[in-house]
């Protein structure tokens, strides 16, 4: 299995809070993404990472935030939890670049906002 | 800006059957890589196939084959011979472009009946 962790797994915040969910691999992979996931929708891009410190908005970014500081580590934070910002969140990583290599996927973490 | 369409909600299928999953994309760049994973009602991701935009075969592996038409933009997902556990939502994606976007459809629920 590939490494990558996703933390926290589950999580229940109140609405105005913020919140930082955090993806780690050890895979040495440049690209990194964050997704929601909410029924109906599929899997929507929120932003994603091609290197360090390099980083770009997905189609819903609003009210999110990335950084990567390190190859290893991506986070996504929610400045200010809305209950429209209750679903799973997926992380993946990917070699990219046309070399036939998939993108491999966290657990996901259930975020609840209350 | 790159598109994806899967236009199947859901489908049903009799086990032993083939059946085709349908996708559709938009892009304006040349090099691209089209996936399809499968989830599960347990949610992790599982990748499945890979196309590459300049790949001149179509990719099997094993039950999966995928049915590329550039001209048309399409991607279509076959399983042969079903199997109760191919029930699951099914999810086409694409990559690609300089920062190696990677996007999903909205996925398509297949039910294998016996």
């Known amino acids: 299995d590939a490494g990558i962790t996703q933390s926290p797994r589950h999580k229940v915040t109140e609405t105005g809070t913020p919140v930082t969910l955090r993806c780690h691999q050890t895979?040495?992979?440049?690209?990194m993404y964050w997704y929601r996931q909410d029924p109906g929708h599929g899997l929507r891009l929120i932003h994603y990472?091609?290197?360090?410190?390099?980083?770009d908005k997905g189609e819903v970014s609003d009210g999110y935030s990335v950084s990567r500081s390190k190859t290893e580590d991506f986070l996504l934070t929610l400045e200010s939890a809305t209950s429209s910002q209750t679903s799973v969140y997926f992380c993946?990583?990917?070699?990219?670049?046309?070399?036939?290599?998939?993108?491999?996927f966290g657990q996901g973490t259930r975020l609840t906002v209350v | 800006a790159q598109k994806i369409t899967q236009t199947q909600p859901g489908m049903f299928v009799q086990e032993k059957e083939a059946v085709t999953l349908d996708c559709t994309y938009d892009t304006s760049d040349p090099s691209y890589g089209l996936f399809w994973y499968k989830q599960p009602s347990s949610g992790e991701m599982i990748f499945l196939i890979y196309q590459g935009s300049y790949d001149q075969q179509n990719a099997t592996e094993g039950r999966y084959s995928l049915n590329f038409q550039k001209a048309r933009k399409s991607a279509n997902l076959v399983i042969s011979a079903s199997q109760l556990g191919d029930s699951a939502m099914y999810f086409c994606?694409?990559?690609?472009?300089?920062?190696?976007?990677?996007?999903f459809g909205t996925g398509t629920l297949l039910a294998v009946q016996p």
């Open positions: 994606a694409m990559e690609g472009g300089a920062t190696n976007k990677l996007i």
């Open positions: 990472s091609y290197g360090v410190k390099d980083t």
């Open positions: 993946a990583i990917s070699d990219g670049g046309n070399m036939n290599t998939e993108a491999f």
């Open positions: 895979e040495n992979h440049r690209y």
